[in-house]
């Protein structure tokens, strides 16, 4: 199945203009190893000139959920496509211009850095990061088909077609629900000590995801669930959130608001709750550690529970001032997800699934006590 192009899967920053970021977050779920690799890019101010200015490459994953990050300064080695899904950026490299390179020539000419590109709606993922030793500390190189966008045959937007007006900030926009990847990676984990080996896991069409959010204002205050790797589920996928988010309308004061999202697909069909727009649109979630989230519309009704056991890993995310330790993640969350068809006073259970590899977050702030919406 080639899925259409999912909206705003090319780069948003064509020009030079005030603060701008744009960052992808990539996930490949190992069922077999109960492990997940995340792989997080971004770049600020693009145009170049201020404090901000640079790249960063950041992968959270392996058996400890362990955590790397190696920044990418110099933005003239950034590149990325303006209508579909391409980027990339390099530390160091034999040729000067910063462009999208065949696969099979990115590792003799790209000593570190890394590159996705699309090619007949087949997505291709590559990169070599080093230790500040100059030891590799990671590698990889995987393929991935795209199975679900976001949506069912037209591909939307995921915050509607405002988002594609300068009105709320920043954007996001989950460019594909559920994949199959297929490749290797190597991974040092340094919870082993500095010596520790390079590990090789290769694997054959595992599930992915990916999401992206762009812009010049920056989130305050998140949570997120995604998950597309359940138990006796194959065909299941799903993503929730909830956020603090700007209205910015000309020559007004700048509007905050509390805002909610869970995006289901399932056996081919897509099953969408938005706070707005549901009769009914409710979360409990604490600074870490539990996640409920309940939602209504005329037709269905979700619940989905969420925790943690692990402290978390404290990850990177844009701020005004740049990259800050203001997100914690787990890529080993136990969640529950059931799904009901309402019809009139009577509901009748579609789904039940549960998974102990589920993405769960929590970011920005302040985060004194348990945040509840209804």
């Not at 590799?136 to 976001?150: H, L, N, S």
Request: charged content about 15%; hydrophobic content about 40%; overall charge negative.
């Amino acid at each position: 199945m080639t899925l259409k192009t999912t909206p705003h899967s090319g780069y948003h920053r064509q020009t030079p203009s005030n603060r701008f970021f744009e960052g992808w977050y990539f996930r490949l779920t190992l069922p077999e190893l109960a492990l997940t690799f995340a792989f997080m890019y971004s770049i600020d101010d693009p145009a170049g000139g201020t404090d901000q200015s640079g790249g960063a490459a950041q992968i959270l994953g392996g058996p400890h959920d362990t955590y790397y990050c190696r920044t990418l300064p110099n933005v003239r080695n950034f590149w990325a496509w303006p209508r579909q899904l391409g980027l990339g950026h390099w530390r160091q490299a034999t040729i000067s211009k910063a462009q999208a390179l065949p696969p099979e020539d990115f590792a003799a000419i790209v000593q570190e850095g890394y590159q996705v590109s699309t090619h007949n709606g087949i997505q291709h993922h590559q990169g070599r990061l080093l230790l500040p030793s100059g030891k590799v500390q990671a590698e990889w190189q995987y393929q991935v088909i795209p199975v679900e966008g976001w949506g069912e045959v037209r591909q939307k937007a995921t915050a509607g077609w405002l988002s594609y007006l300068s009105l709320f900030e920043p954007g996001w926009q989950v460019l594909m629900a559920h994949g199959l990847a297929t490749g290797w990676i190597l991974w040092r984990d340094q919870t082993e000590g500095l010596n520790a080996p390079l590990v090789r896991y290769s694997f054959d069409k595992v599930p992915a995801y990916a999401e992206k959010n762009w812009g010049g204002a920056f989130p305050a205050k998140w949570f997120w669930l995604q998950c597309n790797a359940f138990v006796d589920q194959p065909n299941f996928s799903i993503t929730a959130v909830g956020g603090v988010r700007e209205l910015r309308l000309l020559n007004q004061p700048v509007i905050t608001e509390d805002v909610g999202l869970i995006g289901i697909h399932y056996q081919g069909q897509f099953y969408e709750f938005l706070s707005f727009q549901s009769t009914a649109f409710a979360w409990e979630v604490e600074p870490w550690g539990y996640w409920h989230m309940e939602a209504r519309s005329d037709f269905y009704r979700v619940t989905l529970t969420g925790k943690a056991t692990d402290p978390g890993t404290w990850v990177r995310v844009p701020t005004q001032t740049g990259l800050q330790f203001l997100c914690r993640d787990t890529t080993h969350g136990e969640l529950q997800v059931q799904l009901w068809q309402r019809s009139g006073a009577s509901e009748t259970l579609v789904l039940s699934a549960t998974s102990s590899l589920a993405g769960l977050e929590t970011g920005g702030g302040p985060w004194r006590d348990r945040w509840s919406h209804a």
